[in-house]
């Protein structure tokens, strides 16, 4: 079975009232690895909380991007013992043109460098517009990628490649190496994601995306669920263990 992990913020209500209950729950479920969001904010809490129940860290999100101190988040990834830092979110309206797309790729690739100092990789991860968006007929994402330096590393959200109009297995298999994880999420594409379901069990298309990816980290998410969604982490461990081989 491929490196799983889940992103905090599906259980972000959870970890905001009780952090290490939270964790203590994702490692019960049998999760060994988890991609905390914010983590320059809490650093000390965060690793405290993944030793005492032996969770470890390899990929974090904070805004890299927007941060006049992106040098201090990288230090804070460092301690936690990451290799990966991603900045999740660059809104819509800076994905419109292709200068726009250049200039922001090079800011990534200038982060990057400052991520390989400390012996770290660097890299962005999509919503819906950054696939919607098309620029001279490719999408905005395919844009950026070409302004890439190679070091530069992808994490693709499969489920708002899908809302974006994406053939996500297509998408994964062009942009080989370079994608080191996927968020794993199913559901229906239009985009409530008070519909999300655990994997397998929505319109994704979850086991060709998986198998486009096959050297990526999975890493299940929920934006929202309408049950428990300890209980819904947990059916999408189960299910990826069954079917990701």
């Known amino acids: 079975m491929p490196t799983t992990s889940v992103q905090l913020y599906s259980v972000r209500d959870a970890v905001a ?51 006049d101190n992106p040098e201090a988040i990288f230090d804070a990834a460092a301690a936690l013992g990451m290799t990966t830092v991603i900045d999740p979110f660059v809104p819509a309206e800076h994905w419109q043109t292709a200068e726009q797309v250049a200039e922001l790729a090079e800011r990534v690739n200038q982060l990057a460098a400052l991520a390989t100092e400390r012996g770290l990789e660097f890299g962005y991860h999509n919503h ?16 950026f990628v070409g302004h890439l330096a190679s070091d530069v590393v992808l994490e693709i959200d499969t489920y708002w490649a899908g809302v974006g109009g994406a053939d996500t297995p297509a998408l994964l298999a062009a942009l080989g190496d370079r994608v080191r994880l996927i968020h794993v999420k199913d559901g229906t594409l239009d985009g ?54």
Do not use: C, M, N
Request: glycine share 8%; aromatic share 10%; no cysteine.
């Open 192 to 245: 409530d994601v008070i519909k999300q379901q655990p994997a397998g069990s929505g319109d994704v298309g979850v086991p060709a995306i998986l198998a486009a990816a096959p050297q990526a980290t999975r890493v299940i998410e929920f934006d929202a669920y309408a049950g428990d969604v300890f209980a819904g982490i947990a059916q999408s461990f189960a299910w990826l263990a069954e079917y990701d081989r």
């Open 128 to 143: 819906s517009w950054e696939l919607s968006t098309r620029i001279d007929g490719r999408h905005a994402l395919e844009v």
């Open 17 to 67: 009232e009780d952090l290490d209950a939270a964790v203590a729950r994702l490692a019960e479920i049998g999760l060994e690895h988890v991609e905390p969001y914010a983590f320059h904010e809490r650093t000390d809490e965060y690793r405290r909380a993944f030793a005492a129940v032996g969770l470890t860290a390899p990929s974090g999100h904070a805004p890299v991007l927007a941060s």
